[in-house]
């Protein structure tokens, strides 16, 4: 609640999820409204901030089958799973063993997804981690379903005044 902007928010709560599941790295993926490819808006780990620059196709990799399917991922061995594509782990140089992944669900559909990567100390994800990460997922979820109607009423609200301004001048 103390976060100023959705951004930070993001940054927060995975932070805080990286910590409670005990895992290496994680990320949030977001489904860019126009195009539906999957954009990285918060990721933290080694190799974080090479990560975000990755842009996925819809369906791509674990992380955009969740996007896409709306279900969630679980695998202690990520590269056995149909859906791993090995691309962003070999140009980042991060080793992917495990991967916990849960998509983001709004009122009109999948807003992204929830990724979790490697747990510490040679622990296997299971059920409960599934649970916790879903329930964040939720939270996120209802943030950012919030923040887009907020910048959307922004942009109506700018909109009808540039109108009202433009009729005024005309009249």
């Known amino acids: ?6 951004e930070e928010l993001m940054d927060a709560v995975l932070a805080k999820a990286i910590a409670v599941l005990g ?3 994680g990320s949030l993926c977001t489904v860019e409204e ?3 490819a999957l954009l990285f808006k918060s990721t933290q780990g080694p190799k ?3 990560v975000k620059r990755f842009r996925l196709a819809a369906g791509e ?5 969740v996007a896409q399917t709306g279900e969630p991922i679980l ?5 056995k799973h149909p859906a791993y594509a090995p691309r962003i782990a070999k140009q980042v140089g991060l080793a992917t063993r495990a991967v916990l992944c849960v998509p983001l669900l709004g009122e009109e559909g999948v807003l992204g997804a929830l990724e ?3 747990p510490k100390r040679g622990r296997a994800f299971n059920d409960g981690d599934l649970r916790v990460a879903t329930l964040i997922a939720g939270q996120l979820a209802r943030a950012i379903a919030v923040a887009r109607e907020r910048v959307e009423g922004e942009r109506r609200a700018r909109l009808a005044a540039i109108g009202q301004m433009i009729s005024g001048m005309l009249h």
């Open 1 to 6: 609640s103390a976060a100023p902007g959705i």
């Open 34 to 36: 126009d195009a539906g």
């Open 23 to 25: 895992v290496e790295a």
């Open 75 to 79: 695998t202690n061995d990520a590269a």
């Open 116 to 118: 979790f990567l490697n």
């Open 48 to 50: 974080a901030e090479q």
């Open 61 to 65: 990799g674990i992380v955009g089958r």
